[in-house]
């Protein structure tokens, strides 16, 4: 398998691995041989759960930059082994048509009817083949057939293993009074006939377990939360999202489902626009008094990416009558997550932030100025003083 690798990179080459719950991780090994074999091979990683490759090997990969914090990269990233590049999901195919356009993806697929296909996720992956890249395959039989169904061009495929391994199971995030709280505070704003979209997190799943009316899925990730509202009745449509995360139960859900297309589709911030009641409901690690958001750094230590958060609450602020939601704890750990000054770069404008509801209540930043956004979040934190 080493060879077969090595055969097909070259010094100074860029392999982007594939990431999300079906990433390649089976290559591991042979693909930290084969980059270490050819010499300056430099990696491209995404949303990672679990390293694709190894980090702690220096001698596979000249360098190792990812364009999405969080989870198993947290580390890496603070220690300096991994480069985060800050940039919004839905410009990733923009960068790999240009200054990270990777020569090689190394990706699983699964068989599909016309040829092989993605399978619990697309995310920015097709952007990677549409820019050229020779997509090197693990072909993985216990993916889900979830996506969109459109096969890779068989002539840029080369399949160097063959495995059986269910996606990562993501566990569900463990819920507390306060994400019950501030979950069943969002429901009830969720108007009649809305399009929902949600980040991952005890929050988001607290929200999904309070909803009472039929509503619309059109977010970045599907995860069990979702089948469970469809089981009761109360999903419209065909869900929508570039990823598909969660346990075996929602692999299982999703499998012939077809409810996944590539980042292009589901990060188009007109397309959600044009929805007229588009709710986009993500979270926060701080929030300063005039709505600016922080989701990627707390206490100088790395913790998220940028993801689509500013994506969808673009798109949602722009929606007719649909709200731009930043869903939070009043406090973390010993502190308040309100703020005089962010602690790290901005990552969600405050033009883009309407609504912000803790486990007290909610503040409407709709058409005010600064210093009125200010004495609204004082008001909405000083309740739980």
């Known amino acids: 398998m080493t060879d077969d690798l090595a055969r ?23 693909l930290g041989d084969a980059a270490r074999e050819v010499g300056g ?97 693990e072909v993985n039989h216990g993916l889900p057939d979830a996506t969109d169904g459109v096969p890779l ?21 463990r819920s507390d009074d306060v994400a019950r709280a501030i979950g069943g505070r969002v429901a009830a704003l969720l108007p009649d006939g809305a399009v929902l979209q949600y980040g991952p997190g005890a929050i988001a799943d607290a929200i999904l377990r309070a909803v009472d009316r039929p509503i619309g899925v059109d977010s970045g990730l599907i995860s069990d939360a979702v089948a469970q509202l469809e089981a009761r009745g109360l999903v419209t449509g065909r869900p929508r999202a570039t990823y598909l995360a969660g346990t075996e139960a929602v692999y299982a859900w999703g499998d012939g489902r077809r409810v996944l297309d590539r980042v292009e589709v589901t990060h188009d911030i007109s397309r959600l626009a044009a929805h007229d009641r588009l709710v986009a409901v993500n979270t926060a690690l701080e929030i300063d008094r005039v709505g600016q958001v922080n989701v990627e750094m707390a206490g100088g230590q790395p913790v998220g990416g940028i993801g689509g958060h500013p994506d969808f ?51 409407d930043l709709r058409g005010l100025d600064d210093a009125e956004r200010a004495r609204a979040l004082d008001a909405l934190w000083a309740r739980g003083s």
């Open 313 to 363: 609450a673009l798109a949602a602020s722009r929606s007719p009558r649909g709200l731009s939601v930043i869903a939070m704890a009043s406090r973390h750990r010993s502190g308040p997550t309100l703020v005089d000054r962010l602690s790290a770069p901005v990552t969600t404008a405050r033009s883009d932030v309407d609504v912000v509801v803790t486990e007290h209540g909610a503040a």
């Open 153 to 173: 061009p068989a002539d840029r495929v080369v399949v160097v293993a063959e495995t059986d391994r269910p996606p990562h199971v993501l566990a569900p995030a």
């Open 41 to 137: 091979v430099r990696a491209l990683l995404g949303w990672v759960f679990e390293p694709p490759i190894a980090l702690d090997d220096h001698e596979a990969f000249t360098d190792v930059a990812t364009i999405m914090s969080g989870y198993a990269l947290r580390a890496p990233i603070r220690d300096g082994r991994v480069r985060y590049v800050p940039a919004r999901l839905g410009t990733v195919p923009a960068l790999l048509a240009g200054p990270l356009r990777p020569d090689v993806l190394v990706a699983g697929l699964r068989p599909g009817r016309d040829g092989l296909v993605f399978g619990s996720e697309i995310g920015w992956m097709r952007a990677a083949v549409d820019a050229g890249a020779l997509v090197l395959a």
């Open 8 to 30: 097909h990179l070259r010094p100074g080459c860029l392999v982007a691995v594939a990431d999300g719950a079906g990433a390649p991780v089976g290559l591991r090994a042979a």
